[in-house]
Nanobody, 121 residues
Framework: QVQLVESGGGLVQPGGSLRLSCAASGSISRDNVMGWYRQAPGKQRELVATMKNDGSTNYSRSVKGRFTISRDNAKNTVDLRMNSLNPEDTAVYYC???????????????WGQGTQVTVSS
């Protein structure tokens, strides 16, 4: 099993910045993807940014250029630096780990408990 512990959410004014952090522990596969998703009230959960263990990244169009994802493979942590925040970024942000087992073509996803980010004046 895998445990994901998030931190760093909160209230910020429009134009401000926040940093989210997530620490993973447990059974983590050699090939994996760590990242962040978010869910706003009344909306579906959506991808924000992900990063493979090889360093390749994927950003949603709405955050590209404003958010930066980084990870420390040795510590199994992933951070999300969020700049130029606007009210549309308000959501619960979830850390995600996708274990990939290429030899058996299997993927298993794990989720953190979520952390609230509110952008408001």
């Amino acid at each position: 099993q895998v445990q994901l512990v998030e931190s760093g959410g909160g209230l910020v004014q429009p134009g401000g910045s926040l940093r989210l952090s997530c620490a993973a522990s447990g059974s983590i596969s050699r090939d994996n993807v760590m990242g962040w998703y978010r869910q706003a009230p009344g909306k579906q959960r959506e991808l924000v940014a992900t990063m493979k263990n090889d360093g390749s990244t994927n950003y949603s169009r709405s955050v590209k250029g404003r958010f930066t994802i980084s990870r420390d493979n040795a510590k199994n942590t992933v951070d999300l630096r969020m700049n130029s925040l606007n009210p549309e970024d308000t959501a619960v942000y979830y850390c995600n780990l996708l274990n990939i087992y290429l030899s058996v073509r299997t993927e298993t996803a794990y989720w953190g408990q979520g952390t609230q980010v509110t952008v408001s004046s």
